[in-house]
């Protein structure tokens, strides 16, 4: 019973991160199952990107926001917003990765997991 609690919670914030993402119009989202990974340190990816600084800081502030209201979390762990070129929301077994698309070209996280199951999602809903 508790792994199914687990992974109801895990559905239920990477459903709230895409919504979120979808909502402030994130360009390319994807979600990366690392479950089936041995050496991964999460679950899920979910990976995107905005066109220029503001827009990743309204994806950043708005996931925050409704996994907050919606699932009653608040991250474990935060980083790169205050360059808003790539910032990290750590959930545990939902780790979010909002690019500026110049960095995310750089860094092509999806190269290096390719492993992964890849999920895709509209871009707006």
């Not at 995310?104 to 707006?124: G, Q, V």
Request: hydrophobic content about 35%.
């Amino acid at each position: 019973m508790g792994n199914n609690e687990i992974h109801d919670d895990t559905t239920s914030i990477l459903d709230q991160v895409v919504a979120a993402m979808q909502d402030k119009k994130a360009k390319e989202i994807i979600s990366l199952d690392l479950s089936d990974i041995p050496t991964a340190v999460t679950r899920y990816f979910v990976i995107c990107h905005g066109t220029s600084k503001t827009q990743v800081d309204a994806i950043y502030d708005n996931i925050l926001e409704k996994v907050n209201n919606t699932c009653g979390i608040h991250p474990s762990h935060r980083e790169g917003y205050e360059n808003s070129e790539w910032i990290l929301i750590d959930y545990f077994d939902v780790v979010v990765h909002v690019f500026l698309e110049e960095t995310r070209n750089f860094y092509s996280l999806e190269s290096l997991w390719a492993d992964a199951k890849l999920t895709t999602y509209e871009s707006d809903k």
